[in-house]
């Protein structure tokens, strides 16, 4: 015979007739009513302790799902660009990849890579467009893919589409659809949720930041709830004083304060190649923020490839960032890289060659001969005689 009291299976009962947002708002009701009316001695211990018992607990930290720290679990990454500049295709070219646990640039192996190189499960729902031409265009990226028929496989597996591809209607700032959205996520797992274009997928005023803030704390909570990153491509303002970094989204303010990374997204003027630039990154990892990345688009495939043929010259940069005030050898890079010595020794030439070069290189008589390297910026700050901004 069961002890649960009869007033538990009552509440029990009536919140099992009503859909999960008014269930998620009246068990709040009921908790804060229980607290409002409990004696103080009852409510509990403000939540607060020293410094070396707070040290003292372990608190896991999963990491991002795509590194460096570009998506992290319970918070948002924003992705800005003038209408039109493709940023949902860009998007799917990356959800694609990484459902595979791919890199999205097969040149740039450490660059927007999936934690682990493990697969990464994406809900898309889309806002605008054509549900006909959303199809062709995941088709068109996956067909023209250089992947393998089991990293395919993968991507039909880990990303989920929401309706028809079309627009779905839905609205973070209406309890009724973000219950939806909850139940979604609940279900399939998602490590990314992407929400296409975040202008449409709330119903508040754009200019009222208030009504933006509440519409991204309702999301917000729920990412944080269920583990996951949200992905939200968002128009930049139209003006002709073609603002810089953050400021150049729609609701700047607001957004620079809430969102934990804004990617930048912008074409050149010949139109023959777009860059991708990081204007904020609270998690960026130590070596610093990554360096603007350069793509050219292929209309055929829809797809996206490195505009640099030379990948190696930016895996060196990366690595020598993290100790930017040290020489480097092209032995140690070599093997740090696991590359061949003589591309390593001619890409850190090419670095240090020209009137404005990005390393300096020195002889270096101690270690068997040879040069080291060293970034040029930072020679001024332990100059020896006779050094200075030049190479040797």
């Keep these: 015979m069961s002890d649960t009291p009869k007033w538990v299976t009552q509440v029990q009962q009536k919140l099992a007739n009503v859909d999960e947002a008014e269930r998620d708002r009246l068990l709040t009701q009921i908790k804060m009513g229980a607290v409002a009316q409990a004696p103080d001695e009852e409510v509990g211990k403000p939540p607060v302790s020293s410094l070396r018992d707070y040290l003292a607990t372990e608190i896991p930290n999963p990491g991002a799902v795509i590194e460096p720290g570009v998506f992290v679990p319970g918070e948002i990454t924003l992705f800005h660009a003038r209408a039109g500049k493709g940023k949902s295709t860009l998007a799917i070219n990356c959800l694609v990849r990484w459902a ?5 640039l097969s ?3 450490h660059f927007l890579v999936p934690k682990d190189n493990k697969p990464v499960r994406s809900i898309i729902v889309e806002n605008e ?3 006909g031409m959303f199809q062709e265009r995941i088709k068109d990226i996956l067909t023209a893919s ?3 028929k089991q ?4 991507a039909l597996d880990n990303i989920m589409i929401w309706g028809d ?12 659809d973000l219950g939806m959205i909850r139940r979604a996520c609940r279900e399939h797992k998602p490590d990314i949720l992407f929400l296409d274009p975040f202008r449409s997928i709330w119903k508040g005023d754009e200019n009222d930041l208030s009504e933006m803030e509440n519409a991204l704390d309702g999301i917000q909570q729920v990412a944080n709830e269920l583990d996951f990153a949200l992905y939200l491509p968002h128009h930049e303002r139209k003006t002709n004083e073609n603002p810089d970094g953050m400021d150049a989204a729609r609701g700047g303010t607001t957004l620079e304060g809430k969102v934990a990374t804004m990617i930048r997204w912008t074409h050149a003027r010949n139109g023959d190649y777009s860059t991708m630039a ?3 990154m609270r998690y960026a990892p130590k070596s610093g923020v990554p360096e603007p990345v350069d793509m050219v688009f292929n209309f055929e495939t829809n797809g996206y490839r490195y505009r640099n043929d030379d990948a190696l010259e930016r895996r060196i940069l990366d690595s020598m960032k993290i100790a930017k005030s040290e020489w480097y050898g092209m032995t140690d890079l070599a093997a740090e ?3 061949d010595q003589n591309k390593v020794r001619t890409a850190l030439n090419k670095l240090a060659a020209g009137d404005d070069p990005t390393l300096v290189k020195k002889s270096n008589p101690g270690r068997g001969g040879g040069f080291r390297y060293k970034f040029r910026s930072e020679l001024e700050m332990d100059a020896e005689p006779g050094e200075g901004n030049m190479s040797f």
């Design 278 to 280: 990081f204007t904020k």
């Design 337 to 339: 890289l696991e590359e």
């Design 107 to 109: 040149e740039l192996p």
């Design 129 to 131: 467009g054509s549900a």
């Design 146 to 148: 250089d992947m393998t």
């Design 165 to 176: 591809g079309s627009y779905s209607g839905l609205k973070v700032d209406n309890d009724a």
């Design 100 to 104: 595979a646990g791919l890199p999205f």
């Design 151 to 154: 990293q395919k496989d993968l």
